[in-house]
Antibody
Framework: EVQMLESGGGLVQPGESLRLSCAAS????????MSWVRQGPGKGLEWVSS????????YYADSVEGRFTISRDNSKNTLDLQMNSLRAEDTAVYYC????????WGQGTLVTVSS | DVVMTQSPLSLPVTLGQAASISCRSS???????????LNWFQQRPGQSPRRLIY???KRDSGVPDRFSGSGSGTDFTLKISRVEAEDVGVYYC??????????FGQGTRLEIK
């Protein structure tokens, strides 16, 4: 059974940093691209970032380019998202998503950016 | 980026009746090999999204056969043949043809009348 467990969410002030992590199991982690998708309060889904299966190529939405960094450790089956210079508009539930075509989703972790 | 437009945004349906959701893309989703990377997701209240359909019409494992997807080019449809109470939630289309610049539709909220 595929499982993805996010952690690291919380309440931070604008300008602060936060690191999200995702522990994946139940599939060959190193064979698949991984992504982060977020959902603001009462809003729809927004792609944030993706990383190739080897970790050599990363992609970012314009809204987070230069502030967020995605990384993975294929030896530990983990995916991370380092979020710097957080803004109020980054407030959302962040989902870890596995597969090139968004096959598997975690339960999400809530990030709240507020003073 | 490809803009995905869903309609309707709200869909009240009587139990046992059929439901249909439209999704239109701002440009063709046909990939170079002829494949179309159009997915449908269901998000039940309080849950994370779950993929129902991939590549326009292929049902994911465990998805009831009352769900079906169709379409081509820029116009796509998700149909539920007989709505059940467990189908309540928000449905999203998503294009993957421009991967990694994935885009989602706004979502369609299905409710029981």
């Amino acid at each position: 059974e595929v499982q993805m467990l996010e952690s690291g969410g919380g309440l931070v002030q604008p300008g602060e940093s936060l690191r999200l992590s995702c522990a994946a199991s139940g599939f060959t982690f190193s064979g698949y691209a991984m992504s982060w998708v977020r959902q603001g309060p009462g809003k729809g889904l927004e792609w944030v970032s993706s990383i190739s299966n080897t970790g050599s190529i990363t992609y970012y939405a314009d809204s987070v380019e230069g502030r967020f960094t995605i990384s993975r450790d294929n030896s530990k089956n983990t995916l991370d998202l380092q979020m710097n210079s957080l803004r109020a508009e980054d407030t959302a539930v962040y989902y870890c998503v596995g597969g090139y075509f968004f096959d598997w989703w975690g339960q999400g972790t809530l990030v709240t950016v507020s003073s | 980026d490809v803009v995905m437009t869903q309609s309707p945004l709200s869909l009240p349906v009587t139990l046992g009746q059929a439901a249909s959701i439209s999704c239109r893309s701002s440009q063709s989703l046909v990939y170079t090999a002829g494949d179309i990377y159009l997915n449908w997701f269901q998000q039940r209240p309080g849950q994370s999204p779950r993929r129902l359909i991939y590549k326009v019409s292929k049902r994911d494992s465990g998805v009831p056969d009352r769900f079906s997807g169709s379409g081509s080019g820029t116009d796509f449809t998700l149909k539920i043949s007989r709505v059940e109470a467990e189908d309540v939630g928000v449905y999203y289309c998503m294009q993957g043809t421009q991967w990694p610049r994935i885009t989602f539709g706004q979502g369609t909220r299905l409710e029981i009348k």
